[in-house]
């Protein structure tokens, strides 16, 4: 069972910033693209940033300049810097691979989701 797992959020005052890590342990993405989602209270869900095979990322537009997403050269762990953080940044970040995704451990045992591998979140608080 292949389970994305975020890390990195917490509680940060105005200003300041975080560092969120998505992986899945023991899994290396095949040719996958990752992105970055926020969801509020109201269970609305923002498209934040993504990075693709190729290593093309894009920001949305409210966080440009301040964000950064990067994933490491083995496509183990998907980044998401966070700097200049304000209060409507606060939400829960979930990180997701595109549809058809496949993970694979060393061995060589592969699954692929047909809707994706999705995280459960973390929590990012700005006050």
């Known amino acids: ?5 975020e890390s990195g ?6 200003g300041g910033s975080l560092k969120l890590s998505c992986e899945a342990s023991g899994y290396v993405f095949k040719r996958c693209n990752m992105a970055w989602y926020r969801g509020g209270q109201d269970k609305s869900r923002e498209l934040v940033s993504s990075i693709s095979v190729d290593g093309t990322t894009s920001l949305a537009d409210n966080v440009k300049g301040r964000f ?3 994933q490491d050269d083995k496509k183990k762990v998907a980044y998401l810097q966070m700097n200049e953080l304000t209060a409507a940044d606060t ?3 979930i990180c ?7 993970a694979c451990t060393d061995d060589g045992v592969c699954h692929m989701s047909r809707g994706g591998f999705w995280g459960q979140g973390t929590q990012v608080t700005v006050s």
């Open 68 to 70: 950064t997403v990067s």
């Open 91 to 93: 939400a829960t970040y």
């Open 1 to 5: 069972h292949v389970q994305l797992v």
């Open 96 to 102: 997701a691979t595109n549809r058809g995704c496949t």
């Open 9 to 14: 959020g917490g509680s940060v005052q105005a």
